[in-house]
């Protein structure tokens, strides 16, 4: 059954081209003058990020939030395999066929899928696994084994702590970002914000309005500007500032373009003459309504610039939740953050065990 899947995932992995960005690079070790984009007050939280609908459903249970986000997964290939499973009295090779492709479908991959029922096989031959209604909770324990990346937690030291965020355009980077930003001012660090996409008058616009609607600082140039040279004042002006955490965006670069890797690399360079050992994390930022074309980007950007986490968005948005399974499993990179909405509270840390109980809930 999931041979005839092979040829259909082959031809996920082609994603659109995009035009390549006309510039002039100026010298790595002579950046330009930087302009700062510093909020006259901050807003209160209140003006920041809610409205009064939001207001009356903050305290709402964060799981529950979650499940609900989720909810087109959960009524998508979950509520798909219960019907599979529902009124069976044994495990057959037909219902996990049935099972299995019910799975490739919505986006695990696979890789992925056969992982989980090689070892589900295994248990049903050994009749060590017999129930239908046991084999429920067995796809969902394998699954949440498959969710758990060894990763160190980010402790956000040493001060200022560098995140360098990549991904390509139309992912939601720069939301992601002021979101990320939004989490760690609230968390009382003092947060450093760099407008590294030059290459397009627009993004440098809208982190300055990210940064004006949550009153966090922003180092930016002229649009056409040396993005290389951007991270290097944001990195000085964030040790001059004793920033807790400089957050550096970057263009929307299309991952099969090798010279705008090679500037992702010029970028890292760069960073590295005011900190040694910076950027300390490396996000890159997927969405996860593309699919099997979000392994394609994570696999390209991991030989590139060798990304250490990852945010998957829009997951509020795709009945193939899957992605975030196929994502860990075949990358072995964890993931950081999800965004499961457009509400600053919405791009929460990534929790395996809380996800999968979350999309295989029956309420």
Not at 234 to 248: C, F, M, Q, T, Y
């Amino acid at each position: 059954m999931i041979k005839k899947w092979i040829q259909k995932i082959k031809n996920w992995d082609n994603p659109s081209e995009a035009a390549e960005p006309n510039h002039t690079e100026t010298p790595e070790d002579s950046p330009e003058a930087p302009m700062v984009d510093e909020p006259a007050a901050r807003q209160t939280e209140a003006e920041a990020d809610r409205t009064p609908t939001e207001n009356a459903s903050a305290g709402m249970n964060l799981f529950n939030r979650l499940k609900e986000r989720m909810s087109k997964t959960r009524k998508g290939f979950i509520r798909q395999v219960d019907q599979l499973i529902l009124g069976k009295k044994e495990i057959n090779p037909e219902l996990l066929d049935e099972l299995e492709e019910v799975l490739v479908t919505a986006d695990l991959g696979i890789a992925t899928v056969q992982e989980i029922f090689d070892k589900i096989r295994d248990e049903v031959k050994r009749r060590e696994l017999s129930d239908p209604e046991v084999l429920r909770d067995r796809i969902r324990t394998r699954i949440m084994e498959l969710l758990e990346v060894p990763a160190h937690p980010i402790k956000w030291q040493p001060r200022p702590f560098v995140i360098l965020v990549v991904g390509v355009n139309g992912v939601g980077k720069t939301t992601t970002i002021a979101k990320l930003a939004h989490r760690l001012d609230r968390e009382g660090k003092k947060v450093l914000l760099a407008a590294g996409d030059t290459f397009r008058a627009a993004a440098i616009e809208q982190l300055e309005a990210w940064g004006k609607k949550t009153g966090i600082p922003v180092i930016k140039h002229l649009s056409g500007s040396d993005p290389s040279a951007v991270a290097y004042d944001a990195v000085e002006a964030g040790l001059k500032r004793e920033s807790d955490v400089i957050i550096i965006d970057t263009a929307g670069r299309l991952h099969t373009k090798v010279n705008l890797m090679e500037e992702l690399k010029k970028i890292k360079r760069v960073i590295a003459k005011k900190i040694p050992d910076a950027p300390h994390e490396i996000i890159l930022v997927l969405d996860a309504t593309t699919g099997q074309n979000a392994i394609s980007q994570a696999k390209l950007f991991k030989e590139a610039t060798g990304i250490t986490g990852i945010v998957l968005t829009k997951l509020d948005g795709t009945a193939k939740g899957g992605i975030v399974v196929s994502i860990a499993h075949q990358m072995q990179i964890p993931i950081r953050f999800i965004g499961i909405g457009e509400r600053m509270e919405d791009l929460r840390p990534f929790d395996p065990t809380e996800f999968a109980e979350a999309i295989f809930s029956k309420d």
